[in-house]
């Protein structure tokens, strides 16, 4: 089994290059749905977060409220720091066993998680590459404004709660070009993909010659 980590700054293009991959043929888990897995209602991660962040964070229907919550977060280390330490060993045993599940079914599998705070949480050097989707901050500021409704000050803490830039270029053992268009990004991902098939047939190749 090839295990890939996909990350980058929030809208660097990511989910973009995620779903390629998963369309040629990888298995992707997405840790952002793991995340939401970790908090549905009546898990002991939701009791977790309304404790920690007080009733104001759900909906009425008991679910967790993402953009309440998102406002305590953003923009107070602590807070944001107290919510991953609810979350993110929950999200951990979750991919855990998706991918047990994938190599089970298939030991020649390509996993690929998909992980938005994968330098941040000190994960760069459990996979055999490391892609990181690139696009400037301020590009990524103007998308968020664009496409999900912030104003500049919320994009800006969104942007600001991640890893820099440069800290994810100096991990990355392939770096993806965010900063054209969709179809763009899909090409780079072709290439990467063909090259990960190759490094997975060399391998298989040299495995069998040992047996």
Avoid: N
Wanted: net charge negative; charged share 30%; glycine share 8%.
């Amino acid at each position: 089994m090839f295990r890939m980590g996909l990350t980058g700054g929030i809208a660097a293009g990511k989910s973009v290059a995620a779903q390629r991959l998963a369309d040629l043929g990888a298995v992707v888990i997405d840790h952002d749905l793991l995340a939401r897995d970790a908090v549905a209602p009546g898990s002991v991660g939701l009791t977790e977060v309304v404790d920690a962040f007080g009733p104001g964070v759900l909906s009425d229907d008991g679910s967790l409220d993402r953009p309440a919550l998102g406002r305590r977060v953003f923009g107070d280390d602590d807070a944001r720091r107290r919510l991953e330490e609810i979350v993110h060993p929950e999200v951990r045993r979750l991919a855990a066993e998706r991918e047990a599940a994938a190599g089970a079914a298939d030991p020649r599998a390509v996993v690929v998680h998909d992980i938005p705070l994968l330098v941040e949480t000190g994960q760069a050097d459990h996979f055999h590459l490391l892609a990181v989707v690139d696009a400037p901050a301020q590009q990524r500021v103007d998308r968020l404004m664009a496409t999900r409704g912030l104003d500049e000050g919320e994009a800006r803490d969104r942007v600001a709660a991640q890893a820099s830039d440069a800290e994810r270029r100096e991990l990355a053992d392939v770096l993806l070009d965010g900063t054209g268009t969709p179809d763009d990004l899909r090409r780079q991902v072709d290439e990467l993909w063909a090259r990960v098939r190759q490094e997975v047939a060399e391998e298989l190749d040299a495995e069998e010659l040992e047996h």
